[in-house]
């Protein structure tokens, strides 16, 4: 459960402090963005996800390299489910 | 070395492991622990064990946040269930740990209301969703996973959400490096450190163990030549006699870690003056609850729990696996009555208990290699 999956902030939502819509490998999913308050995170930004929460900021090439390391380590279908199981809403449709 | 090929930079990979070759005094022994259970995962899905030369022994670490959990923390939150109206949450990882009267998914199946979730943020959300039942969150996990419910703590609060709690299990890492430094049957060179937990705390934190206890430790990444690079880092350290924290995976890991996120965890969480780990006994300062003001939202306080000690299944040798003293196969239950499919120690659980890594990858490997031996006597 230490390994964390990356994803890109597709945007800041309004509808309440610290929450954004993040895409991971084309699935979308609403997290909250809390923990980089320090340095704000903003659409386009690429950033680790561990239970639901951005932990940080990383470049787009690290994201790809830690896709890649989920899937090495065959963690990549259970990062997907995790984030088609996280609870707060994928956006886009009132939710 | 077939397999060198899948991984992607092949010739780095080769290279990192010819300079590990180089470092390496074939006159010494080498014992590095790898302290996270994300690397211990990795070391044995990649084959790691391959490349490195035999006088080198990786030990594996405390690092897995459902196998450290004594017994009687589960039990402790299973009972909660028998509360009307109670909604239990916890991760994936968490629902197929045995406790004495089963698992959660053993409490559901018997008509307990019991629910994965995701996040912390997703139980809180049950609770909105649901304010007449109470949802009662089983927190566990290190550093990594602390200010994730720190922050949904804050939330709860900030909302006047009133049918929610913690049932609060963070453990802190630097306290369980200190117990296996501290353990007489336990001599290591230095460490592999955790790679995730040190974006949260940073590297400082290390500083005592190369300060004080003279033992080189490098915060490392997850891919294979992270880890190789790691360990040349370590030996020469040790070639050049030098102990200190050094950084190999500074492309997520800021040395100072993340301040924002110490700052949620002091805001809601206060230190125990110690905490059971599995196999480990008691560790002063080791795992955290929440702060008083917090209290409403504290499943202990809420509830009555019956805090009571279980001691592992006598045969199983759990302990002695997580402090690095036996290894997996050594265990006498293990592959026998304790597989991955009917665990009995949660070290067999979580793909970062070492004892399910072990199992998936070297133990299925042997068996395989020992069915196909026959018919290919040659290869």
């Known amino acids: 459960m230490c390994l964390a999956i990356p994803g890109r902030i597709v945007e800041i939502l309004p509808e309440r402090e610290n929450l954004a819509l993040v895409d991971v490998s084309g699935v979308r999913r609403k997290i909250d963005v809390g923990l980089l308050s320090d340095d704000p995170a903003q659409a386009g930004d690429w950033v680790l996800i561990h239970v639901g929460f951005a932990m940080s900021k990383i470049s787009e090439a690290d994201a790809a390299d830690q896709m890649r390391v989920l899937a090495m380590l065959g963690e990549d279908e259970a990062a997907m489910q995790e984030i088609e199981g996280y609870g707060l809403g994928q956006g886009g449709d009132g939710s | ?379």
């Open chain 2, 1 to 379: 070395m077939k397999f060198v090929d899948e991984f992607r930079r092949p010739e780095l990979i080769a290279k990192a492991a010819s300079e590990v070759r180089r470092l390496t005094d074939p006159g010494r022994h080498y014992r590095f622990m790898e302290v996270c259970g994300g690397h211990t995962h990795a070391i044995y899905r990649f084959g790691l064990r391959d490349l490195l030369p035999e006088n080198i022994e990786l030990i594996h670490g405390p690092g897995c946040p459902v196998c450290v959990l004594p017994m009687g923390r589960i039990d402790d939150g299973l009972s909660m269930t028998e509360q009307p109206g109670l909604i239990f949450t916890a991760f994936g990882d968490m629902m197929r740990v045995p406790g004495t009267k089963g698992s959660p998914l053993e409490f559901k199946a018997r008509g307990a209301d019991v629910r994965i979730v995701y996040s912390p943020a997703d139980a809180l959300k049950l609770a909105e969703k649901n304010p007449d039942r109470h949802v009662m969150f089983f927190a566990i996990g290190f550093e990594t996973t602390a200010p994730s419910t720190a922050l949904t703590l804050l939330r709860a609060r900030a909302e006047g959400i009133r049918n929610f709690s913690i049932f609060c299990n963070h453990v802190t890492i630097i306290p369980a490096i200190r117990a296996i430094l501290d353990s007489p049957d336990m001599r290591l060179d230095a460490f592999i450190g955790p790679g995730h937990v040190s974006t949260v705390i940073g590297c400082r934190p290390y500083e005592w163990i190369a300060r004080h206890e003279n033992k080189p430790i490098v915060v490392s990444g997850f891919e294979p030549l992270d880890m190789l690079e790691s360990i040349v880092m370590l030996l020469r350290q040790l070639k050049e006699g030098r102990a200190e924290v050094e950084n190999q995976y500074k492309r997520v890991v800021p040395w100072e870690g993340n301040k924002a996120a110490l700052r949620s965890m002091s805001q809601t969480f206060a230190l125990r003056p110690y905490f059971e780990w599995r196999g480990m006994g008691f560790i002063s300062q080791s795992a955290l609850r929440l702060r008083d003001e917090f209290a409403e939202f504290d499943a202990e306080q809420r509830f009555s729990v019956p805090g009571v000690r279980v001691t592992d299944p006598k045969a199983a040798q759990c302990g002695e696996v997580l402090k690095g003293v036996l290894k997996p196969a050594q265990c006498k239950l293990f592959g026998n009555e304790c597989t991955p499919e009917q665990p009995v120690g949660a070290l067999m659980v979580s793909s970062e208990g070492s004892c399910a890594a072990y199992y998936n990858y070297e133990h299925r490997k042997a068996a395989l290699t020992s069915l196909t031996m026959p018919a290919a006597p040659a290869s």
